[in-house]
T-cell receptor
Framework: DVKVTQSSRYLVKRTGEKVFLECVQD?????MFWYRQDPGLGLRLIYF???????EKGDIPEGYSVSREKKERFSLILESASTNQTSMYLC??????????FGSGTRLTVV | QQQVKQSPQSLIVQKGGISIINCAYE??????FPWYQQFPGKGPALLIA?????SEKKEGRFTISFNKSAKQFSLHIMDSQPGDSATYFC????????????FGRGTQLTVWP
């Protein structure tokens, strides 16, 4: 069964910490995405990547960076976590834009 | 600027009824319109999708109706069941954008038994 795996289901971090969210897919997909999900705001795109070492900003990239050193792994980095980054983070992958596969999400709380 | 607008934000339907969720878009270059279903604690999962060369697509109790001239599409859930209670997202994309989907803000559907 193909899947997208996010390393943590729940995380609690302190303000100012550097936070790493990891995502791994086993489908050999080229394109990977990071979204955050907030009530009433839906899914907002943070960053995406269409190839190893390539990245593109989404709609809300401020305060985030990403890393894609290997095709199967896409990491989201919060350089200095703030309370307004408390959210559900979802990773997704696709081979061509049709039919995303999402991970189960990481619920991050910044205190 | 929101590329895809979805309504209603929440919907309560009685078991056996029809659930209808609507979406509208502006970018005429969009050529793929999927719907995603999300249960609590899970990521969204692809439910059904349509391309603009057809006006309707049906899979079981789920139907997408597509109106190209009005730039609108909708999800109909026939004979709604309590197990359909979830959050539904519409989305749109165009083939040249490296797979990027533009999502609506979601509709929380509750089906009462």
């Amino acid at each position: 069964d193909v899947k997208v795996t996010q390393s943590s289901r729940y995380l609690v971090k302190r303000t100012g910490e550097k936070v790493f969210l990891e995502c791994v897919q086993d489908m050999d997909h080229e394109n990977m995405f990071w979204y955050r999900q907030d009530p009433g705001l839906g899914l907002r795109l943070i960053y995406f990547s269409y190839d190893v070492k390539m990245k593109e900003k989404g709609d809300i990239p401020e305060g985030y960076s990403v890393s894609r050193e290997k095709k199967e792994r896409f990491s989201l980095i919060l350089e200095s976590a703030s309370t307004n980054q408390t959210s559900m983070y979802l990773c997704a992958s696709t081979s061509g834009g049709y039919g995303y596969t999402f991970g189960s999400g990481t619920r991050l709380t910044v205190v | 600027q929101q590329q895809v607008k979805q309504s209603p934000q929440s919907l309560i339907v009685q078991k056996g009824g029809i659930s209808i969720i609507n979406c509208a878009y502006e970018n005429t270059a969009f050529d793929y319109f999927p719907w995603y279903q999300q249960f609590p604690g899970k990521g969204p999962a692809l439910l059904i999708a349509i391309r603009p060369d057809v006006s309707e697509k049906k899979e079981g109790r789920f139907t997408i109706s597509f109106n190209k001239s009005a730039k609108q599409f909708s999800l109909h859930i026939m004979d709604s069941q309590p197990g359909d209670s979830a959050t539904y997202f519409c989305a749109a994309s165009r083939g040249s954008t490296l797979g990027r989907l533009y999502f609506g803000r979601g509709t929380q559907l509750t089906v009462w038994p």
